[in-house]
């Protein structure tokens, strides 16, 4: 959480309005027994204005669904970042998509 911006948007399903909603959002997820996500950057773009840029690549979740099953599922991200007034990168939009069903 200490990376997210305060107006932050998290894709996940639906739009996630905010830091304190993301936490409210994701808070059931960290404190689930098993819970891991990791993600591995494959691209990186600093903007023009050097304000702004993005990471983007593969995220892997492992968790269980809403039968209690364990699953694991894999996808793209993209992560955009904002430099704050203090210098520090924040990031301002977080979502991502499953890969498709096999």
Do not use: C
């Not at 600093?46 to 593969?58: A, V």
């Amino acid at each position: 959480m200490q990376f997210m911006a305060d107006d932050v948007i998290l894709l996940r399903g639906k739009p996630v309005f905010g830091k304190d909603a993301v936490r409210a959002t994701i808070k059931s997820d960290w404190e689930e027994p098993g819970y891991s996500l990791t993600w591995e950057p494959k691209q990186a773009e600093l903007f023009k204005s050097g304000k702004m840029g993005h990471t983007s690549g593969r995220w892997t979740y492992r968790g269980r669904n809403e039968k209690g099953e364990k699953i694991t599922l894999q996808g793209d991200y993209l992560t955009v970042w904002q430099k704050q007034a203090d210098g520090s990168w924040k990031v301002i939009y977080d979502g991502g998509t499953p890969d498709p069903a096999k």
